[in-house]
């Protein structure tokens, strides 16, 4: 029950200086709800949070196998960071131009008035195509080659370019499908698994191997807090934002539920598929040190991902406003999350994703911070948790 004192056995280790992190990670199984979960945190490159606790089993509370040193979570939409990292460092090196049409790449994209549509747009939400005038079934939303076809089809749900809409599930088989073609036909998985995870010793996958299936949790859903263990979030969701997700007809409805009936996260055959908008696995040290590849070196040299000129792009706002989707204010730069209202970071230079339900990853260069939040206790919730919130909180005040 949340709001009941549960007894929390904390594994790992914080740096000097960063023990309100664990006194706040604590704080999450005693009074938010929080049944497995890890964090972790890098400051200028090196590692300074490495937490985990609770069981392994959403389900199964204490009486689940414990959460090791090296459990794997699917992370939901917080895969998409990753995914659009993919796109930049093929822009980085030359093999895509973000302001070239999609259709110059992946030519029956050009169909029903797509034709104008941009790689840019793609990674910032304008394509228009947030949902599927029929929606794919399970078997088919992972099958790799259904959801391009779909996608490809599909008319645009406004002008491309002229207004932005969260792309819950459909960013899957755009993002995807721009990395195969861009890359000389590697999948997303094989593209993060020989460019971003080897080279940098992650736990971290877009289709998980056979053989590491073991060491992924399992993910239930689970009650949110009530007020004021929500961190300060708002309780309740405005009446616009409930009615949206109440209306099969709304947009907001038609885009989560692109792949109906949704599938199941813990089949082995959703952790294989290489869906790039949800279903990323990874420890929470290997998306914290993801993030931090992206803003420089991580504990010695060589092995920075981002350009300083990607970094810049990929954090410099391309989608502003009300979005259509998720029918609240939302910022984008190129496929990251922006610090905001809607999905609330360290500082305003922060850029990232969190997964609906609670994972977050992201990185702040300003502070030379980079966060990685993973649990299988999946609360109500899009943008902004409150257990994510309360860590983040902990780690501004380290920082003081």
Known sequence: MVGARAVVDVQGAVAEGFEPVRD?????FE???ERGAAVAVYRDGRKVVDLWAGSADGDAGEDGAPWAEDTAQVVRSATKGVAAACLLLLHQRGQLDLDAPIGTYWPDFKAAGKERVTVRDALAHRAGVPALDTPLAPAQALDGGSGPVALAAQAPFWTPGADHGYHAQTYSWLIGELVRRASGG???GRYVAEEIARPLGLDLWIGLPAGEGHRVGRIAAAEAPPAP???GLRARPKRNVTEAYADPSSLTRRAFGAIDPLPDENDPGYHAAQLAASGGIATARS???FYAALIGEVEGPGNRLFAPATLTSARTPESEGPDRVLVVNTRFGLGFML???????????SFGHPGRGGSLGFADPGEAVAFGYVTNGMQQNVTADPRAQALVRAVRDSLR
């Open 24 to 28: 706040a990670f604590v704080r999450n």
């Open 31 to 33: 009074e938010r709800g």
């Open 186 to 188: 590697r999948t997303i």
């Open 229 to 231: 263990a929500a961190a």
């Open 287 to 289: 998306l914290a040190r």
């Open 339 to 349: 610090h905001g209202p809607a999905a609330p970071l360290l500082t305003p230079g």
